[in-house]
T-cell receptor
Framework: ETGVTQTPRHLVMGMTNKKSLKCEQH?????MYWYKQSAKKPLELMFV???????ENNSVPSRFSPECPNSSHLFLHLHTLQPEDSALYLC??????????????FGPGTRLTVL | AQSVAQPEDQVNVAEGNPLTVKCTYS??????LFWYVQYPNRGLQFLLK??????LVKGSYGFEAEFNKSQTSFHLKKPSALVSDSALYFC???????????????FGSGTQLTVLP
């Protein structure tokens, strides 16, 4: 778990705020992911960044904006969120080659509460 | 399309007894299958995976899983449960032959395992 770090661990924000979540992986991987985890629901893949491609879940609202400046860092910019966006946001990384994505390593998550 | 189902939201087992957490999957081709565990206030941790080869896969912390193609299942098992095994368990699948976004993992909704002392 220490291979993937996320900050902050907890975030409370109002609907008009702008904030960013940060993820850093120290595993030398070349693919990074954002997931949303809500109670009693399957993990929802939001975004994937790899050397080969960027993949987006088309159901993710535009108030979530990812940024991947390099293979070790991934950000999720948040703007004008809604209370239903409150959830645990998990970052993960893996090694991808030739279209094969190996097992993912997860960070501890950011617990987001939108008031 | 690929999907995975964990039919039990909650599994309770006494310490020392064998445990099984069920998972069934659906893919159009051949599957990659994974099990992850999540402890409270933590991210998911990789337990084991099936890619090809032996149907019985051994993983971390004494866990194992059996791939059954005819039943499209990949149940997680452990011969003797520990109280410390209490956690949320996720099954995940990816279709080997898929392309684009379908190459990503699809996770089940999770099964809460409680091992009673």
């Amino acid at each position: 778990e220490t291979g993937v770090t996320q900050t902050p661990r907890h975030l409370v924000m109002g609907m008009t705020n702008k904030k960013s979540l940060k993820c850093e992986q120290h595993l030398g991987h070349n693919a990074m992911y954002w997931y949303k985890q809500s109670a009693k629901k399957p993990l929802e893949l939001m975004f994937v960044y790899s050397l080969e491609e960027r993949v987006e879940n088309n159901s993710v609202p535009s108030r979530f904006s990812p940024e991947c400046p390099n293979s070790s860092h991934l950000f999720l910019h948040l703007h004008t969120l809604q209370p239903e966006d409150s959830a645990l946001y998990l970052c993960a990384s893996s090694q991808a080659s030739g279209g094969v994505y190996n097992e993912q390593f997860f960070g501890p998550g950011t617990r987001l509460t939108v008031l | 399309a690929q999907s995975v189902a964990q039919p039990e939201d909650q599994v309770n087992v006494a310490e020392g007894n064998p445990l099984t957490v069920k998972c069934t999957y659906s893919v159009s081709g051949n599957p990659y299958l994974f099990w992850y565990v999540q402890y409270p206030n933590r991210g998911l941790q990789f337990l084991l995976k099936y890619i090809t080869g032996d149907n019985l896969v051994k993983g971390s912390y004494g866990f194992e899983a059996e791939f059954n193609k005819s039943q499209t299942s990949f149940h997680l098992k452990k011969p003797s449960a520990l109280v410390s095994d209490s956690a949320l368990y996720f099954c995940a699948v990816r279709d080997i032959g898929s392309s684009g976004s379908a190459r990503q993992l699809t996770f089940g909704s999770g099964t809460q395992l409680t091992v009673l002392p």
